[in-house]
């Protein structure tokens, strides 16, 4: 992508009957947004209207472009690639099985572009993990789904202003977690979250600290050996390959203290050893990364918020630091990718 060409931001619809389309709306209500991308909206301009006339504290002149094809999609426009021509019925609150569908519909759509060029990154709106399975669509979430579609290895990379955490073993029941920590999975991921800190976010020589899975790292053996006997050789393997990772921190004093501070990235072993901190830090503002992949995918760190669906209550902090962020990863990708195209010998 040249420098000058503005990004083509492909974004998911999510969950019709969710806060996804006003976050989306209340994001792309502040005009400056076009300055930094060119949406398309992967759903409908009926449902996109829909929600607007909920939503009383945003510009009621927005308008939507209908379009058929992303490449269609204009500049300074508020693009919809509309994919329901049909009326929707739409259920606030409530998971329904059309809504499943359309979330589904969505995704595809939006991938299949990706692949083919059509766009630059991907934002997706959250969905309902539920209601979104089908014969096509047996994950636990986006980022499984995503590292299928694409053909890679990938990490869950929560972003905030003050800290980056990965997750090792994603959206895995905790009974399952020590079974799934093999040597094989750990240096995989450290070795991606290393990568990606290099070239997602531009730190040239990245600090990276891996978290212990037992109480106290196991507190030499009283408690548990698995930090030692498992996660110990593994982060020894990656220093004597370059890569600067640290650890196993026990994960209640290395965030009691701060000690996050001192690193570029964190690795937890399991979804909620890393997003309960996190989400404690940034819960309005944080971004979920697939890491690894060959595209840029980001998402608001939140679910579907049937709770507060169509009260214009939600916030678009999350959402907006989503688009900023995939933004700032193409950037960076392709700074660092000119930068490293032709290394002396």
Same mark, same amino acid.
């Given at each position: 992508m040249k420098e000058d060409k503005k990004i083509k931001l492909a974004i998911t619809h999510g969950d019709i009957n969710g806060v996804g389309y006003e976050v989306i709306l209340k994001t792309f209500g502040d005009s400056r947004m076009f300055d930094l991308c060119t949406p398309v909206l992967y759903g409908s301009t009926k449902v996109a209207s829909y929600?607007?006339?909920?939503? #009383?504290? /945003?510009?009621?002149? /927005? #308008?939507?472009?209908?379009?058929?094809e992303a490449g269609e999609a204009g500049g300074g426009k508020f693009n919809v690639l509309n994919l329901v021509p049909d009326e929707v019925k739409i259920d606030l609150g409530k998971s329904t099985e059309v809504a499943g569908q359309l979330a589904r519909e969505s995704l595809n759509r939006a991938c299949t572009d990706l692949k083919a060029g059509l766009v630059d990154a991907l934002v997706t709106a959250p969905i309902n993990k539920r209601n979104i399975q089908a014969a096509d669509f047996d994950f636990p979430g986006h980022t499984e789904y995503l590292s299928h579609q694409f053909g890679g290895e990938s990490l869950m990379f929560m972003v905030c202003d003050?800290?980056?955490?990965?997750?090792? #073993?994603?959206?895995?029941?905790?009974?399952?977690? *020590?079974?799934?920590? #093999? *040597?094989?999975?750990?240096?995989?991921?450290?070795?991606? /979250?290393?990568e990606s800190l290099k070239r997602d976010f531009g730190i040239t020589i990245p600090k990276i600290a891996v978290l212990a899975l037992d109480p106290h790292a196991g507190d030499n053996g009283v408690i548990g050996d698995f930090d030692m006997k498992v996660i110990k050789p593994v982060i020894d393997e990656a220093q004597s390959k370059g890569i600067l990772a640290y650890g196993p921190f026990p994960s209640d004093g290395f965030f009691g203290s701060s000690e996050f501070n001192k690193f570029d990235g964190v690795l937890a072993l399991y979804h909620d050893q890393g997003l309960i901190p996190f989400k404690l830090m940034s819960f309005t503002e944080g971004v979920n990364y697939t890491a690894g992949l060959p595209y840029v995918r980001t998402s608001p760190a939140h679910g579907t918020g049937y709770d507060i669906a169509g009260k214009d209550k939600a916030s678009e902090q999350s959402f907006r630091s989503a688009v900023y962020l995939a933004c700032n990863i193409i950037r960076n990708r392709q700074e660092y990718d000119e930068l490293t195209a032709n290394p002396l010998k």
């Open positions: 929600h607007k006339k909920l939503l #009383t504290s /945003m510009p009621q002149e /927005m #308008t939507f472009h209908g379009i058929r003050r800290i980056r955490i990965g997750i090792v #073993t994603n959206h895995l029941a905790l009974k399952d977690v *020590p079974s799934a920590l #093999t *040597p094989e999975l750990l240096s995989k991921k450290i070795r991606l /979250m290393n």
